[in-house]
């Protein structure tokens, strides 16, 4: 079975009211021409529905950045899945950002994950190890775990609604995106992972990488065997950077 690839831009806490808008206008006027990819962005909360309004009828889908695990209720500050389920069609969970800075659990990552998948969205898992714990040689141990507890809960037919992004920390926002071949095989390791726990279905979710993904690099990378697209923060601010990247999508 082919996997469609997925580009998708993580506006992060970034864009004003108008610029969030300008960009959703920027991307869905260039969108019709990009076949056989999903796009989807991620804009901040509180633009969700005015750029869910711009991207009506381009085919864009629209995501939310983070989320809560409660259906409602007493959680000043927060926003849950069951609420964005009208609004947008992706959440993302475990983004390095909301690990690190947020100082998010593996164990929270994974209720984030089922509360979105609970509500009928589609979770975009991210994973990723430090510099540190790559030149340690626990790159992989690091990212087994995540996904050992992200997953700990998502049984074989939830996984059409999951995407797993891979994301080296050490690579997100830095400019020094993986090699395409460091890319590919920690991809390889997410999908033989997948494919122990759930069989040919684990084997088939698409997987993204991110980091430091540009126009200039995006073809190599997404030309790996399990590189399914890609998860971009700073190139998905412009709309033609947007989609040069997603027209390398395309064209692999
Ligand atoms: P970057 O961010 O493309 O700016 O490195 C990627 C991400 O954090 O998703």
New binding site residues.
Partial sequence: MSRKPIVAG?W?MNTTLDGACALAEGIASRANNISGVELVVFPPFPWLVPVRDILQGSGVQLGAQNCYVKESGAFTGEVSPWALSGVCQMILAG???RRHVFGESDELVGTKVDATLAAGLTSVL?VGELLDERQAGNADVVVERQLKAGLANVSSDMLPRLVV?Y?PVW????GVAATPADAQEMSAAIRRWMSSKYGDEGAAVRILY????SADNATELFSQTDVDGG??????LKAESFIAIAAAAAGV
Wanted: charge should be negative; charged fraction near 15%.
């Fill in positions: 993580n992060k983004h390095s950002e991210c992004a994301e690579a997100i926002g830095t991110g980091g430091s993904v998860l971009v923060g700073g190139a998905s």
